[in-house]
């Protein structure tokens, strides 16, 4: 199976809510496929950046590096 995160959820894992992060980690131990949409990408960078949660950006980019990002292109939203 494969599961899209929304803003809300890459939010609530960059702020270290642990009933998320462990579930994330529980599909990733099954090895289920996780992504992100372009659009949560965007729209939790923006939001960092307008805060200027310069924590919370650099622990959304190391998130960022273990899951697919896609793109509005990308065939993978078939």
């Known amino acids: 199976?494969?599961?899209l995160l929304d803003?809300?959820?890459v939010s609530f894992t960059i702020k270290n809510n642990l009933i998320i992060k462990e579930r994330?980690?529980?599909l990733r131990s099954q090895e289920q496929?996780?992504?992100i949409s372009?659009?949560?990408y965007?729209?939790?960078k923006r939001g960092l950046f307008a805060v200027k949660a310069s924590k919370q950006l650099e622990?959304?980019?190391d998130f960022c590096k273990d899951f697919q990002?896609?793109?509005l292109d990308d065939l993978a939203i078939l």
């Open 59 to 61: 622990r959304f980019d």
């Open 38 to 40: 372009c659009i949560t």
């Open 24 to 26: 994330l980690e529980e």
């Open 33 to 35: 496929l996780i992504s």
């Open 7 to 9: 803003t809300n959820i």
């Open 42 to 44: 965007f729209e939790v």
């Open 1 to 3: 199976m494969t599961y």
């Open 69 to 71: 990002i896609i793109f």
